[in-house]
T-cell receptor, first 116, second 113 residues
Framework: EAGVAQSPRYKIIEKRQSVAFWCNPISGHATLYWYQQILGQGPKLLIQFQNNGVVDDSQLPKDRFSAERLKGVDSTLKIQPAKLEDSAVYLC??????????????FGPGTRLTVL | SQQGEEDPQALSIQEGENATMNCSYK?????LQWYRQNSGRGLVHLIL?????REKHSGRLRVTLDTSKKSSSLLITASRAADTASYFC?????????????FGKGTLLTVNP
């Protein structure tokens, strides 16, 4: 079975520019997650979708970050404008069910963002 | 905020030795999961232990959970060079109808051939 796909794998931008990341989850997975992983730390959940609805976006900096999941499949995460502290790896994950706590999350390879 | 805290931050052992990593957390959990992350394969789920379980095995992995001490340990037996990676514990907490994972900072394990 194909895994979670993400693109691009690497992105370098200047501060105040905008950037977008794309994620294609495992086929049939209802739940999609975006995480931010800063160097030396564990992943931090930014937003969780169930189908095309937002379940949790409590840690998403909404003044600059936005995300959408059209038709309950692919998702995009956007940062506008980027700050230096946004430099991190952005991970997308998906899980099959909707029960949440018993679901295994499958992670994509991530997008490494460098903001100069 | 970080829920789980792994200990030690870094661990270096020889191939064939056992590796033990610990995780402590602060609030009640539904389950605790361990993940491995290396540059080659990204973040991979290893094992899940529920709050009413005390021990679980999967191949060379053994996980224990002590809810009274709010701690868990991951034991990797007969380590291999390919086990070199960062290991994260992640706790699942209920927040209304949503269960989300909160990761610790991880333990960097180096297995020397």
């Amino acid at each position: 079975e194909a895994g979670v796909a993400q693109s691009p794998r690497y992105k370098i931008i200047e501060k105040r520019q905008s950037v977008a990341f794309w994620c294609n989850p495992i086929s049939g997975h209802a739940t999609l997650y975006w995480y931010q992983q800063i160097l030396g730390q564990g992943p931090k959940l930014l937003i969780q979708f169930q189908n095309n609805g937002v379940v949790d976006d409590s840690q998403l900096p909404k003044d600059r970050f936005s995300a959408e999941r059209l038709k309950g499949v692919d998702s995009t995460l956007k940062i506008q404008p980027a700050k230096l502290e946004d430099s991190a790896v952005y991970l997308c994950a998906s899980s099959s069910g909707t029960s949440g706590y018993t679901d295994t999350q499958y992670f994509g390879p991530g997008t490494r963002l460098t903001v100069l | 905020s970080q829920q789980g805290e792994e200990d030690p931050q870094a661990l270096s052992i020889q191939e064939g030795e056992n590796a033990t990593m610990n995780c402590s957390y602060k609030t009640s959990i539904n389950n605790l999961q361990w993940y491995r992350q290396n540059s080659g394969r990204g973040l991979v789920h290893l094992i899940l232990i529920r709050s009413n379980e005390r021990e679980k095995h999967s191949g060379r992995l053994r996980v224990t959970l002590d809810t009274s001490k709010k701690s868990s340990s991951l034991l990797i037996t007969a380590s291999r060079a390919a086990d070199t990676a960062s290991y994260f514990c992640a706790t699942s907490n209920s927040g209304g109808s949503n269960y989300k994972l909160t990761f610790g900072k991880g333990t960097l394990l180096t297995v020397n051939p």
